[in-house]
């Protein structure tokens, strides 16, 4: 298979199963949340494993042709939906993936560039949205973890093919029915759906 342009707009929007010895994962609430048609734009949902070097991204992108990726990941801690400025060629975290793997400053790509930054305006799309009062900021780099993983993979295949996909990464805080510690800071399933409802707006304008 070969990726192939459609006439209708093509969003394949990703999420992650739980992990951490965890039961939900907020990037999957809020996938399930949303529509299968945003505006005429056909919505592809995927759900991804949290393993490492487990997904070929080169599949699902010439099975599914999209004009955007976005990639929705959970990040505990964080007050605001973050929209990630870059990925970075690096696997480095202290807890282990769904099948035990632990990775330490190991490359994802040993013949890579060190880094790819997405290819969509999220400083206007930030400011714009701040002005509507959406909680939302920008986040400098994706993590060193799965999250990472998928953003940089994806990115990678589209810069190596010259397909001409928009590739964007969406960090969500837990969320409010979780199992959270008192002070971890969190949104609820409406807000962060409206919220990632809002970005695809503004990108597809």
């Known amino acids: 298979m070969v990726y ?3 006439e209708q707009l093509k969003l394949l929007i990703t999420a ?3 992990f951490n010895q965890q039961t939900e994962n907020a990037s999957l609430d809020v996938l399930n949340q949303l529509p299968n048609e945003l505006k ?3 919505v592809i949902k ?4 949290v393993v490492y070097n487990n997904y070929r991204y080169s599949l699902f992108i010439d099975r599914y042709s999209p004009d955007i990726i976005i990639h929705l990941g959970e990040a505990g801690g964080r007050h605001n939906i973050n929209l990630e400025r870059r990925a970075i060629n690096l696997m480095n975290a202290s807890i282990p993936d769904n099948e035990g793997n632990i990775k330490f ?10 880094e790819y930054l997405t290819n969509i305006d999220i400083d206007t799309l930030v400011l714009n949205l701040i002005a509507q009062k959406y909680p939302i900021e920008v986040s400098e780099s994706a993590g060193q973890y799965i999250c990472n993983q998928a953003f940089y993979c994806s990115m990678h295949e589209l810069k190596t093919r010259n397909l001409p996909v928009k590739v964007g990464f969406i960090h969500i805080p837990r969320l409010n029915h979780q199992i959270n510690q008192p002070t971890t800071p ?8 409206h919220s990632v409802e809002a970005i695809i707006n503004e990108i597809t304008k």
Do not use: R, W, Y
Not at 46 to 49: A, E, G, N, R, T
Not at 105 to 114: A, L, R, S
Not at 186 to 193: C, D, G, K, R, V
């Open 4 to 6: 192939k342009k459609s």
């Open 16 to 18: 992650f199963e739980p």
């Open 40 to 42: 005429g734009i056909q």
């Open 46 to 49: 995927l759900v991804l494993p």
């Open 105 to 114: 400053n190991q490359k994802i790509f040993e013949n890579g560039p060190d």
């Open 186 to 193: 969190t949104l609820s399933l409406e807000i962060a759906t």
